[in-house]
């Protein structure tokens, strides 16, 4: 099973809503997929119409019984739900590499983390063969992105980082400077600027609030046919 963390250190970078659309685009593509909800705040659980379900993933972190993730309404994708209670995980042992060589027939793992570097992001990093860090495409959000590289490369220096652009407006002057940074920082900080970018799409935050996936929200809206291509990018890269 290939493990993907989805991180950045600063909120609302389309965390949550790259791991439920990459993840299903995937599973429409007949791969495997767990979703995996490391936060508290449960976007991710949310937007597939499966907040405070269970077992969560304290129950999966504590090992307390054993647990097998639940179907989604998307065939071919499964999902541990977030717990609020996700603020209390405390551990000075690896709880991830245990618990996610329980977990048999995916072929692929997205773990969403939260918007901070706490057990659940480091310990899940750790665990991980890749991060994938989404992120706005504005000048102003890329101290944040170079800072969560420097931050993984701290604890895993090895590690292949892939850095999507998410709510992209290709017109928009500050894009085109936002780019240019982001291509001169890959070569720096050694991270993929993949080559897909997800546009900015009212369609892409509708879904989230219809609990639905933008592919199965609006199929050809320029959201889900950009995390199409998404995973097609991913497939290729990750194989
Ligand atoms: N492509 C897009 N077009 C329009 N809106 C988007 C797009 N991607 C994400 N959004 C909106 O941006 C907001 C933040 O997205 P999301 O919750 O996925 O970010 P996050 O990084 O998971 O946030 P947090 O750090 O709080 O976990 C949401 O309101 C979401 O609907
Ligand atoms: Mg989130």
Same mark, same amino acid.
């Given at each position: ?28 593509? $007949?791969?495997?997929? =767990?979703l ?10 949310f937007?597939?119409?499966m ?12 090992? $307390?019984?054993?647990?097998?993730? /639940?179907?989604? *309404?998307? $065939? ?18 690896? /709880? ?5 060589s ?6 692929v @793992?997205?773990?969403? @983390? ?9 310990q899940? &990093? ?5 991060? =994938?860090?989404?992120? /706005? ?13 420097? /931050? ?8 292949? &980082? ?9 017109r ?10 982001l ?25 989230i609030?219809? *609990? ?7 199929s ?7 995390? *199409?291509?998404?995973?097609?990018? @991913?497939?290729k =890269?990750?194989?």
């Amino acid at each position: 099973m290939l493990k993907v963390a989805v991180f950045n250190f600063k909120g609302g970078t389309g965390k949550s809503t790259t791991t439920i659309n990459l993840g299903t685009a995937l599973a429409t593509s $007949k791969r495997q997929v =767990l979703l995996i909800d490391l936060d508290g705040q449960r976007t991710a659980s949310f937007g597939l119409g499966m907040d405070g379900k269970s077992p969560t993933t304290l129950d999966w972190l504590a090992d $307390k019984k054993s647990v097998t993730p /639940l179907a989604t *309404q998307v $065939k071919h994708l499964s999902l541990i739900p977030g717990d609020i209670g996700m603020f209390r995980l405390t551990a000075k042992d690896d /709880l991830f590499t245990p618990a996610l060589s329980k977990l048999t027939g995916f072929d692929v @793992c997205l773990m969403d @983390c939260p918007p901070s570097l706490g057990v659940a992001s480091v310990q899940a &990093i750790l665990a991980s063969s890749r991060v =994938l860090i989404p992120t /706005l495409c504005e000048p102003a959000a890329l101290k944040g992105l170079s800072e969560a590289v420097e /931050l993984i490369r701290g604890e895993r220096a090895d590690i292949s &980082i892939d850095v999507l652009r998410v709510r992209y407006k290709p017109r928009l002057v500050l894009t085109k400077e936002a780019d240019d940074l982001l291509i001169e920082a890959a070569a720096d900080l050694n991270y993929r600027l993949l080559h897909t970018t997800i546009p900015e799409n009212i369609a892409v935050a509708e879904s989230i609030a219809q *609990q639905k996936s933008v592919i199965e929200y609006a199929s050809k809206s320029s959201g889900a046919r950009a995390y *199409q291509s998404l995973a097609k990018e @991913c497939l290729k =890269l990750w194989k």
